[in-house]
């Protein structure tokens, strides 16, 4: 797969539970076609959407490759703006079903090619690695949600030392300076460009560039005031009537980690201390817009706090790495009852379904 063709998550394992945007990445009334892949573990879907993705990218589309919140290295999604189509892992726990089947949405099953027979010999074994899988996310769940709680007093504590006279200066600036387009007609999306997963917090922000010309980044370790001074430009922004791409904190969904404004071609970006931008581009350090004093009296408090919730976050990430190397048991299972000959027929059918569509 080419390095330089957008990454996302659409859903994330955060303190409120599994949260997912899928049904929110087309829209049938816009003239969007769903694919909507269902079948058990190891039956192909991953690999249909790469191959999906690559014949995209090899016509001179940019398709958008979403990425598994848990296991990072797999797909569950491929966006493709051009053609106005997504095609979706639509399982469990992101389940998605068509609301205007066969005429927006289509059900692409390669779990039809199944030998039952087989499956059916293995029946405990997958009803025993099915409830480990379970416990092993369980765990990972509760540790998630007790590192949002640390986090979430960390925020607490940084925002008591906000300068807000300098952060409405600023914000106030930078509309000045970038809100001179027009508006095209307001549309917000939301997806993530972090995850929490089985190899640990996982980001697409080193593709920054990939989503706009011109970007600021915010550096924070503390994150308050880049995420009040974004949420301030995100208002102002769909208040002009602009789109907006919300990219939204893993652990707490109503954050906006990072937007993008379509028309304006810009980019807002907290850089913190597990997400990084790439080099060479302007940094805005954030420390002016916190007043000194109060902030230093947070200090040890803060630290003591990080040291917390990273110990929790390992041992959520840790868990589902556990969860990981069930679901390849499960897979492997699946595997061996898998017809993958037929897959390709599937995969061919799909491609001619999205290629040969004209938009309406």
């Avoid at 790439?278 to 002016?288: E, M, N, Q, S, T």
Wanted: glycine share 6%; charged share 30%.
């Amino acid at each position: 797969m080419k390095n330089n063709l957008k990454s996302i998550f659409l859903a994330a394992n955060s303190a409120e539970g599994f949260v997912s945007f899928f049904g929110e990445s087309y829209d049938v009334k816009d003239g969007w076609h769903a694919y909507i892949i269902k079948g058990g573990p190891g039956t192909g879907k991953s690999t249909i959407m790469k191959t999906v993705a690559k014949s995209a990218a090899a016509v001179g589309f940019d398709p958008v490759l979403v990425y598994c919140s848990s296991d990072p290295d797999s797909l569950d999604g491929v966006i493709i703006k051009e053609k106005k189509a997504v095609i979706l892992d639509g399982t469990s726990p992101h389940i998605v079903e068509p609301s205007l089947y066969g005429a927006g949405e289509i059900i692409v099953n390669p779990g039809d090619l199944l030998d039952t027979a087989l499956l059916e010999e293995s029946r405990e074994e997958l009803i025993n690695l099915g409830a480990k899988n379970k416990l092993y996310h369980e765990t990972s769940s509760r540790y998630v949600a007790a590192a949002g709680e640390v986090f979430k007093d960390n925020l607490r504590l940084s925002a008591s030392a906000l300068d807000i006279y300098k952060i409405k200066r600023f914000v106030t600036k930078t509309i000045d300076k970038y809100f001179k387009q027009s508006p095209k007609g307001k549309r917000v999306k939301r997806a993530f460009l972090s995850g929490i997963t089985s190899k640990g917090i996982v980001s697409h922000t080193d593709k920054a560039e990939l989503w706009c010309d011109n970007i600021i980044v915010l550096e924070d370790k503390t994150r308050a005031a880049a995420y009040e001074i974004i949420r301030r430009i995100s208002a102002a922004a769909k208040n002009a009537g602009y789109s907006v791409i919300e990219f939204k904190n893993p652990l707490y969904t109503e954050i906006n980690e990072h937007i993008v404004i379509e028309e304006l071609s810009l980019g807002i970006f907290t850089e913190s201390e597990n997400i990084k931008l790439p080099k060479g581009i302007k940094r805005v350090h954030v420390r002016r817009f916190y007043q000194s004093e109060k902030l230093f009296r947070i200090k040890q408090k803060i630290k003591f706090n990080n040291r917390i919730y990273n110990s929790l976050i390992k041992t959520a990430t840790d868990n589902l790495s556990l969860a990981k190397a069930t679901h390849d048991e499960i897979e492997a299972v699946y595997i061996r009852a898998m017809n993958f000959k037929g897959t390709r027929q599937i995969t061919d059918k799909l491609l001619k379904n999205i290629f040969d569509r004209k938009n309406k």
